[in-house]
């Protein structure tokens, strides 16, 4: 786990950090939004908020 994620995390924070080629999206740059696949990144996005927002 990365230190900047650890320590969020320590100081109560809630994080998730995802390699987005391990959940099958691949090809992206930092302006992930920008890619031809913004879809699937937004996606990603949403769900997790779902998930994870408001618990």
Do not use: C, Y
Request: hydrophobic share 45%; glycine share 10%; no cysteine.
């Amino acid at each position: 786990m990365k230190r900047w994620l650890k320590k969020f995390i320590a100081a109560n924070g809630h994080a998730t950090s995802i390699w987005l080629p391990d959940v099958g999206i691949n090809g992206n740059g930092h302006m992930m939004f920008f890619e031809s696949n913004s879809d699937e990144i937004a996606s990603l996005v949403v769900k997790w908020v779902n998930d994870n927002v408001g618990r």
